[in-house]
């Protein structure tokens, strides 16, 4: 009896924040994804404080934010709005550092991509000094949750390399673009696509440093 009026009160929450739950589901068909953030946070404000930090269902609610941030990020990114993508982004990493941050380096695995991602965000919005890190220990990761020849840490030296090119760091960007070169055409293949990009960079950086030659 004592839990009765605890079960009316989150029944009575839970039928009060259902159109918050409706309406993220409406925006999310229509990829309108600020929309849904916003209608997600809405319904996690009304229900997470009724429930304990370990309930499943207030992880599950959490988690959802963190998805539709990372969306909205991506889709803000994908329209060249760099700076507006970032705190969609940093939020991201944040929720995903408290998960994985404290494992051994190998197992986080899981931070590779949201690393990037913010690091992408900053660099495209012109401020180099905070991608550099981000990308430095995505490659760190990589490097040991996925081994030293994987694709996946050939691409987090390409994107370093990119990043030290645009700092005009050419010096260092040369040797990550030679092995994440080697790296693919070891992994996929000498006519694979991803070997072509990583040729076709390569090029680019001899361009920029005058060595034609090599360029060619």
Same mark, same amino acid.
């Given at each position: 009896?004592?839990?009765?009026?605890?079960?009316?009160?989150? /029944?009575?929450?839970?039928?009060?924040?259902?159109?918050?739950?409706?309406? &993220?589901? @409406?925006?999310?068909?229509?990829? *309108? +994804?600020?929309?849904?953030?916003?209608?997600?946070q809405?319904?996690?404000?009304q229900?997470?404080? /009724? =429930?304990?930090?370990? #309930?499943?269902?207030?992880?599950?609610? &959490?988690?959802?934010?963190?998805?539709?941030?990372?969306?909205?990020?991506?889709q803000?990114?994908?329209? $060249?709005?760099?700076?507006?993508?970032?705190? #969609?982004?940093?939020?991201? /990493?944040?929720?995903?550092? *408290? =998960?994985? $941050?404290?494992?051994?380096?190998? @197992?986080?695995?899981?931070?590779?991509?949201?690393?990037?991602? %913010?690091? +992408?965000?900053?660099?495209?919005?012109?401020?180099? *000094?905070?991608a550099?890190?981000?990308?430095?220990?995505?490659?760190?990761? !990589?490097e040991?949750?996925?081994?030293?020849? #994987?694709? !996946?840490t050939?691409?987090? /030296?390409?994107?370093? @390399? $990119?990043?030290?090119q645009?700092?005009?760091?050419? *010096?260092?960007? %040369?040797?990550?673009?030679?092995?994440?070169?080697?790296? !693919?055409?070891?992994?996929? $293949?000498a006519?694979?696509? !991803?070997?072509?990009? #990583? %040729?076709?960079? =390569?090029?680019?950086?001899?361009?920029?440093?005058g060595?034609? &030659?090599?360029?060619?």
């Amino acid at each position: 009896a004592q839990f009765e009026p605890q079960a009316r009160a989150w /029944l009575a929450a839970l039928a009060n924040a259902r159109p918050w739950f409706e309406q &993220a589901a @409406a925006h999310d068909k229509a990829k *309108a +994804r600020a929309k849904a953030l916003d209608a997600r946070q809405q319904r996690f404000a009304q229900l997470g404080p /009724l =429930l304990k930090d370990d #309930h499943p269902r207030k992880a599950a609610m &959490a988690k959802a934010i963190v998805d539709t941030q990372e969306q909205l990020g991506d889709q803000l990114a994908e329209t $060249g709005n760099y700076r507006d993508a970032i705190p #969609h982004y940093e939020a991201v /990493l944040t929720a995903k550092d *408290a =998960l994985h $941050g404290g494992k051994a380096i190998e @197992a986080q695995g899981g931070l590779i991509i949201p690393l990037n991602d %913010l690091a +992408r965000a900053y660099r495209y919005a012109g401020d180099y *000094a905070r991608a550099l890190p981000l990308y430095e220990r995505a490659l760190a990761i !990589s490097e040991q949750a996925n081994g030293a020849n #994987h694709p !996946s840490t050939g691409t987090r /030296l390409n994107n370093l @390399a $990119g990043l030290y090119q645009a700092m005009g760091r050419y *010096a260092e960007a %040369l040797p990550l673009y030679e092995r994440a070169l080697a790296i !693919s055409e070891q992994a996929e $293949g000498a006519n694979h696509r !991803s070997t072509g990009t #990583h %040729l076709n960079n =390569l090029a680019g950086l001899y361009r920029a440093m005058g060595r034609y &030659a090599e360029a060619l």
